[in-house]
């Protein structure tokens, strides 16, 4: 399967210009029906506002934006337009406008708009989904802080350590990384921690 990005997760950005007021956020969707329900949620939540604009882009193929009431083109469209620039994907974002009274003009809504998208996104951050590997290795004790280190310098990530006669950390990592971390702990330990692999996952880094 093929790394793609993802937001990192759900966030929210503000942004104030002539007095309107743009409230962005961005959340994980992977479902159409996860994204409706959450900007239902958003509309209800933000039901005083003027306009509550959103777009949604799906790994599996859908994507949909919405102006709600603004001037077609000035709002959706710029906003989904932010998450296809970054490649970024399974991410509903919601734009609520609370309106100061003064007119920003087609260029003005296309800027705040992307804008108020861009901050949000900022805000969530973005992760990369690509295969990792779940594995154990034991280690004595004298050997352990460098094992750490070793599975850290490969963008590993360790997840449990359990203290016996000798420690069985439990970490992942990126499936490219296996053979360079598995030579490096071979060369710290003279051959004698070989890591065992538990299974193969998809996720965020």
Request: charged share 25%; with cysteine; hydrophobic share 40%.
């Amino acid at each position: 399967m093929e790394d793609y990005l993802v937001p990192g997760g759900q966030a929210q950005a503000e942004y104030i210009e002539k007095k309107s007021r743009f409230i962005g956020q961005v959340f994980p969707v992977t479902t159409e029906q996860e994204a409706k329900a959450i900007l239902e949620r958003v509309r209800r939540q933000h039901y005083d506002a003027r306009h509550n604009c959103w777009c949604y882009i799906l790994k599996s193929g859908q994507k949909r934006y919405s102006d709600d009431g603004e001037p077609q083109g000035t709002a959706g469209q710029p906003m989904l337009n932010v998450f296809e620039r970054e490649h970024v994907v399974d991410v509903l974002c919601v734009v609520t406008r609370y309106f100061g009274g003064i007119l920003l003009g087609a260029g003005g809504l296309c800027r705040a708009y992307t804008k108020a998208a861009k901050d949000a996104l900022d805000a969530a951050g973005i992760c990369k989904m690509q295969p990792w590997l779940r594995q154990t290795v034991s280690a004595p004790y004298a050997l352990f802080e460098r094992v750490k280190l070793l599975i850290a310098a490969q963008a590993g990530v360790l997840e449990d350590a359990q203290y016996g006669a000798e420690i069985l950390a439990t970490y992942r990592i990126p499936a490219g990384a296996d053979e360079a971390l598995r030579t490096a702990l071979r060369e710290a330990s003279s051959g004698t921690i070989t890591p065992q692999l538990l299974e193969e996952i998809f996720c965020a880094g």
